[in-house]
C-alpha cells in the first residue's frame, strides 16, 4: 500500500518568513495530493490540493509542487503570520476519490 | 452551509464497554470515510462507504470494529469491547460525488479508562 513521510515533525519560523514542508510518497500510482491544516480541537481543513498532471498550484500566500519523478511533493507559505500557526498534513491517493493515506505532521510554529 | 457533524464531540468509557459514536455528513454527499488520529501522529484510514456500494473495511483494525450508513446519510461506527489502545481521536470525512475533497468533521475524543 501507500506510504506517505513527511518533514520536518515541527518547524519554527519568524513571521514573514516562508514555510516549507516536504512529503515523500510510495505508490507511483498516487494522482491526488491535498493538504490540511488542523487546528487544536479542530478537524483537518483542506487548504490546498494538487493533480498529479500538473507540476505546481498556487493560491495566494500558499502553494504546492509536485514532482513524479522523484515522488515528492512540498507545501510553501510565504509571509508567514501567527494565524498560520497549526499542524499540517501532506496526504495521497489514487483516483482522487479513495482513501487518502496521511503523512504525520508538521507542527508549525510562526514567532511574533 | 452545515458542514460534518460528529457526535459526541467527547466520550470516556471503561474498559470492555461498547461505543457508538455517529457522524451527519453533508448533505447530498455520497462518499462518508472513518479515520482514527491516535495522540501526535497522523490519521490512519478505517473505513469508506460511497452511495451504495460494499463498504471499504480494509482499514478496520480488529473486528471489535463495525460501522453502518444507514440511508445513505448517518454513519455510526462501533467499537466492541473497547480497550485503551482504542483512544483516540475519530474523525468522520463526506465527499461529494464526483467531487475530489475530503470534508472532515470535528472529530470524536474517546478516552478508555
Known amino acids: 500500500g501507500e506510504n506517505v513521510e513527511q518533514h520536518p515533525s515541527t518547524l519554527s519560523v519568524q513571521e514573514g518568513d516562508s514555510a516549507v514542508i516536504k512529503c515523500t510518497y510510495s505508490d507511483s500510482a498516487s494522482n491526488y495530493f491535498p493538504w490540511y491544516k488542523q487546528e487544536l480541537g479542530k478537524g483537518p481543513q483542506l487548504i490546498i490540493d494538487?493533480?498529479?498532471?500538473?507540476g505546481e498550484k498556487k493560491d495566494q500566500r500558499i502553494a504546492v509542487t509536485l514532482n513524479k519523478t522523484a515522488k515528492h511533493f512540498s507545501l510553501h507559505i510565504t509571509e508567514t503570520q501567527p494565524e498560520d500557526s497549526a499542524v499540517y498534513f501532506c496526504?495521497?491517493?489514487?483516483?482522487?476519490?479513495?482513501?487518502?493515506?496521511f503523512g504525520t505532521g508538521t507542527r508549525l510554529t510562526i514567532i511574533p | 452551509g452545515a458542514g460534518v457533524s460528529q457526535s459526541p464531540s467527547n466520550k470516556v468509557t471503561e474498559k470492555g464497554k461498547d461505543v457508538e459514536l455517529r457522524c451527519d455528513p453533508i448533505s447530498g454527499h455520497t462518499a462518508l470515510y472513518w479515520y482514527r488520529q491516535s495522540l501526535g501522529q497522523g490519521l490512519e484510514f478505517l473505513i469508506y462507504f460511497q452511495g451504495n456500494s460494499a463498504p471499504d473495511k480494509s482499514g478496520l483494525p480488529s473486528d471489535r470494529f463495525s460501522a453502518e450508513r444507514t440511508g445513505g446519510s448517518v454513519s455510526t461506527l462501533t467499537i466492541q469491547r473497547t480497550q485503551q489502545e482504542d483512544s483516540a481521536v475519530y474523525l468522520c470525512?463526506?465527499?461529494?460525488?464526483?467531487?475530489?475533497?475530503?470534508?472532515f468533521g470535528p472529530g470524536t475524543r474517546l478516552t478508555v479508562l
Open positions: 496526504a495521497a491517493s489514487r483516483f482522487g476519490n479513495e482513501k487518502l493515506t
Open positions: 470525512a463526506s465527499r461529494a460525488g464526483g467531487g475530489d475533497t475530503q470534508y
Open positions: 494538487i493533480r498529479s498532471n500538473v
